[in-house]
């Protein structure tokens, strides 16, 4: 069996601020072959999870923090093959979500590279860590996330899509980061989410949501949108996985990636 490889056919830019730190950061995508790799300066790291350095609050690739986003558009329009430059070390917040990375990848256009063998795990992989859950098998793209932070509202909200490729653009990638009402003086504290504003993060309150929202279950849909971007570092096209997760976070969705390579067919 195999699988289409895709770059696209012009350099895509992209600058804003750094979506923790705050800072003018600029990032260009070119069209590659061999893979995804990031680059800053002159180091490079291809995007794989032996080569995340740090998980906390985002995804790190060496020295490249909160790539989840720009991953996450590539995973869901099918781009097998890119170059990321990044230059301020790490990605812009842009507008909280994955739909400007996406907009912009069009824009440049979809080029075919041809086909290559497909490896996808040969039985189902489970991680789960008292109650984060994550389960991936092959299958056909039937994705599924539930976001739950219960007793507080709002609970527990299930995204799911049966179709991840077809339903990315529209219904995944527009969902924006999300944050706690009580977690934002640690936030201010630590410098973190500078570079987001109120039109571009989601923020939940005690008892409804504090900021306009997209989607009335923006957090589930967003945090599917990461765990696409952190899975997708094991290199399997997301129309070939059903994924259902729950509780999920950065770094048990890097666990989950790390194990899912280790039940892959050669």
Not at 224 to 235: F, K, N, Q, T
Request: net charge negative.
């Amino acid at each position: 069996m195999t699988f289409t490889r895709r770059t696209i056919r012009t350099i895509a830019e992209f600058e804003g601020k750094a979506l923790h730190g705050g800072h003018p950061v600029k990032v260009r995508v070119h069209p590659s072959s061999g893979g995804i790799f990031f680059r800053a300066g002159s180091q490079r790291w291809e995007a794989r999870p032996v080569h995340v350095t740090d998980t906390s609050r985002c995804t790190t690739l060496g020295e490249i923090s909160t790539i989840e986003h720009v991953m996450s558009a590539l995973a869901g329009l099918e781009i097998t093959d890119a170059e990321v430059e990044v230059e301020g070390g790490e990605l812009p917040g842009l507008d909280g979500s994955a739909l400007p990375y996406v907009e912009g990848l069009l824009a440049a256009g979809i080029e075919v590279l041809g086909e290559a063998p497909l490896h996808v795990p040969f039985k189902r992989v489970f991680f789960q860590e008292k109650e984060v859950k994550v389960a991936i098998g092959k299958g056909t793209g039937h994705w599924q996330y539930t976001y739950d932070v219960s007793p507080r509202w709002p609970g527990e909200q299930t995204f799911e899509v049966l179709d991840v490729v077809s339903s990315y653009a529209e219904q995944v990638a527009p969902a924006r980061t999300l944050v706690l009402a009580e977690e934002m003086p640690m936030v201010r504290q630590y410098g973190l989410g500078k570079g987001l504003d109120e039109a571009s993060v989601v923020v939940l309150g005690a008892s409804a949501y504090e900021t306009p929202v997209r989607f009335s279950d923006e957090p589930s849909r967003h945090k599917l949108l990461d765990l696409i971007g952190d899975l997708y570092l094991a290199g399997i096209p997301i129309r070939y996985l059903n994924v259902s997760a729950q509780r999920s976070g950065h770094r048990t969705n890097i666990e989950a990636a790390r194990l899912l390579l280790e039940f892959v067919e050669e």
